[in-house]
């Protein structure tokens, strides 16, 4: 059907203490809005299964939530206040994984740009108030829309492109962040600490990840309202099954 909407697969999220899936309305309403079909996906080791699902979507959203486990970046837990989930780290290392190998779109959140860096092999601040000198807010209180602190948008970079702007004000809520960024991402801007807040492939059509939370302030913000509409432009790509480097671009 040449005239449905893109399918975004959407990572979801996850309460250890209620065995239990949910999702934050934020970020299925902000792909709807930009003209995207939101679907949660499944946490599943059953590689038949994983395949389906993923086959079905011409896009994956990296949602935030728990830590990503340290000793996927060569290390040991070493706060109390970190909380991991394997389940989810297998998964998405899977749907990354994919992704990439299809150049299928990609946008990280929060953790989504964590988990991003860890998987293409950079390394976490594990506790940023711990293990770094900053005093700028990255974990605000509510309302959680609201902007917090400013980031720095890299010049020549998409992100620059798609906003027109070399500042921009965002809202904040991680005490994790990228320290040694992945070989293979690039930085689009930083907090005004020099903390990297948002990153892409530069040899993919579109993955990106956002360490501030659009799916918080779309609404009444229009940056985070783009960055949502970037993204479902480019899986609207991938269902056409663009080609790209002789390969088809987009969903199986």
Partial sequence: ??????????????????????MIPGYMDGIIKAGGLPVILPFTDDENVFNQA???????LLTGGQDVAPELYGEAKRYDNIITCKTRDRFETLLLDR?????????????GLQFMNVSLGGTLYQDIPAETDSTLMHRQNPPYENPVHEVIIEQDTPLAYLLNKERLAVNSCHHQGIKNLSSVL???????????????????????AVQWHPELSYKTDDSSSKIFDIFVTYANLSKLNIISGGKAYGSV
């Fill in 54 to 60: 993923a086959a079905l979507c011409d896009g994956f």
């Fill in 99 to 111: 992704a990439i190998r299809l150049d299928v779109p990609v946008l990280g959140i929060c953790r």
């Fill in 1 to 22: 059907m040449k005239n449905r909407q893109p399918v975004i697969g959407v990572v979801p999220l996850w309460d250890e203490y209620r065995n239990s899936i949910w």
């Fill in 186 to 208: 690039k930085c689009m801007a930083r907090a005004t600490d020099g903390l990297i807040e948002a990153v892409y492939m530069p040899n993919k059509k579109f993955i990106w």
